[in-house]
């Protein structure tokens, strides 16, 4: 049972690992990612370095996206919202590197595996299936994303990230506004869950499931085989006349 309770501890990290979104480390941030730092606009802590590389890893993902949407899709209400998240993504890209560079934070160069995930996903797609996903995907995103960024401007007491914040929570609000508006986001598009620290994510793929069933079950088979090789010595003991207390 110890060895099946292992197993399944490792199995959970597992999943959380690989399915993390922005919230994971982020390649060339190094301690950046846990230290606070003075400046001359107030502390810099950890919260606040995460919403500038949020922004940033968002852009990256969400705009070219953007883009592909608003110049294939045939359906007026997406292609005309996908055009306005494509330059609004610029625009607010823009604000967000003058902000990091004003208080020495080196953002990202791309987005995350996730995040190029769902990009491919949507560019594999076509038709109402690309906007269906599009809308869905898009709209997760930032769900999760506007808790993160309207907690930093609620809480932050650096006055550039304040101001970056306030005008990232505008333009994610918007958008939600906007992506909901074709009326493609569903249920769990809108779902959103407050209690977790990780960004929206998609359900285990069948490979996941499979992966993780193997595992249990290799356990489970170690588990009763260690019992099984117990027994015997235990049975081969007694036969010896060993006294056993």
Not at 59 to 65: D, L, Q, V
Not at 83 to 109: I, K, T
Request: glycine fraction near 8%.
């Amino acid at each position: 049972m110890l060895a099946v309770a292992v197993m399944l501890g490792a199995l959970s990290s597992c999943g959380i690992s690989a399915t993390s979104g922005w919230n994971g480390d982020v390649p060339g941030l190094g301690e950046q990612k846990r230290t606070n730092f003075e400046s001359p606009f107030g502390p810099l802590y950890p919260a606040d370095i995460a919403v500038l590389v949020a922004v940033s890893q968002a852009g990256y993902w969400e705009a070219p996206t953007s883009e592909l949407v608003a110049r294939e899709s045939t359906n007026p209400k997406v292609k005309a919202v996908a055009a306005q998240l494509s330059r609004e993504h610029h625009a607010l890209n823009m604000y967000n590197e003058a902000a990091a560079a004003r208080v020495h934070v080196q953002l990202p160069l791309s987005a995350t595996p996730q995040q190029e995930g769902w990009r491919k996903q949507i560019e594999a797609a076509t038709g109402d299936e690309r906007d269906r996903l599009y809308v869905q995907l898009t709209r997760a995103a930032h769900g999760s994303v506007y808790m993160k960024v309207a907690t930093v401007r609620a809480t932050t007491q650096n006055d550039i990230v304040r101001s970056l914040a306030e005008v990232a929570t505008e333009y994610v609000s918007r958008h939600m506004g906007l992506l909901e508006s074709t009326g493609l986001a569903n249920l769990d598009s809108l779902a959103v869950h407050s209690g977790t620290d990780a960004e929206y994510q998609p359900t285990p793929s069948p490979a996941e499931w499979v992966f993780g069933a193997g595992l249990a079950l290799a356990a489970a088979i170690g588990t009763l085989l260690v019992i099984r090789l117990a027994s015997r010595q235990i049975e081969e003991v007694t036969e010896d006349g060993v006294a056993i207390e």
